[in-house]
């Protein structure tokens, strides 16, 4: 489900993610960056992979599930909050809300048990 793209030549055993924040950006910023980027996906496959891409580079940077937890909250706060302007937009935050639920609920169960 995760893609990562290749090796950088001065990163040998760090692949290099897309979307992945920058080392001086804060989640706050990041999470807003990837709620705009979902709310101007172009299809549903699109939203799940923006989705997808920036929670496997926090798990890659070996962040500790609570905040993962609290980043996806944040998203989720951010798409609630969208006025959306048409119905592609609208699709696009439903479908982005459904996805961070399940990762939600992914990153959460092995801190439950």
């Not at 950006?25 to 891409?53: C, D, G, H, M, W």
């Not at 996806?72 to 798409?79: G, K």
């Not at 935050?93 to 092995?110: D, I, N, S």
């Amino acid at each position: 489900m995760f893609d990562q793209v290749p090796l950088k030549k001065d990163m040998a055993a760090e692949p290099v993610i897309r979307g992945h924040p920058a080392k001086n950006e804060s989640l706050e910023t990041f999470a807003v960056k990837l709620a705009n980027k979902v709310i101007q996906a172009a299809n549903p496959a699109a939203t799940e992979r923006y989705i997808a891409v920036a929670i496997k580079a926090l798990a890659f940077k070996k962040l500790n599930g609570y905040i993962i937890l609290r980043f996806i909250d944040r998203v989720t706060r951010y798409l609630a909050s969208h006025q959306p302007f048409n119905e592609q937009q609208e699709e696009s935050c439903r479908l982005a809300k459904q996805h961070l639920r399940q990762f939600r609920k992914a990153v959460a169960a092995p801190a439950n048990s």
